[in-house]
Nanobody, 117 residues
Framework: QVQLVESGGGLVQPGGSLRLSCAAS????????MGWFRQAPGKERELVAS???????NYADSVKGRFTISRDNAENTVYLQMNSLKPEDTAVYYC???????????WGQGTLVTVSE
């Protein structure tokens, strides 16, 4: 079992920045992907960004150039630096952990990001 604890959400004005953090604990797997999904009201959950333990990254087109994902493999932590935030970025952001080649995935409890005047 893997536990994911997120932090860093909140209210920010358009054009502002926030940094999300997610710490993983429990039974860790050497090869894995950690990332962030988000779900806005009335919409499906969507991938924001992910990064594998080998360093490969993947971003949603809507956040490219504004968001940066990073991770500290030694600390089993993943970060999402969000810059130039827009109202349409408002959503609950979920941390995600998936071991390679295994039918398992784990989710954090979610942290709310609100971009508004």
């Amino acid at each position: 079992q893997v536990q994911l604890v997120e932090s860093g959400g909140g209210l920010v004005q358009p054009g502002g920045s926030l940094r999300l953090s997610c710490a993983a604990s429990g039974r860790m797997f050497r090869f894995n992907a950690m990332g962030w999904f988000r779900q806005a009201p009335g919409k499906e959950r969507e991938l924001v960004a992910s990064k594998t333990s080998g360093g490969s990254t993947n971003y949603a087109d809507s956040v490219k150039g504004r968001f940066t994902i990073s991770r500290d493999n030694a600390e089993n932590t993943v970060y999402l630096q969000m810059n130039s935030l827009k109202p349409e970025d408002t959503a609950v952001y979920y941390c995600h952990y998936k071991p390679d080649a295994m039918p398992l995935e784990y989710w954090g409890q979610g942290t709310l990001v609100t971009v508004s005047e």
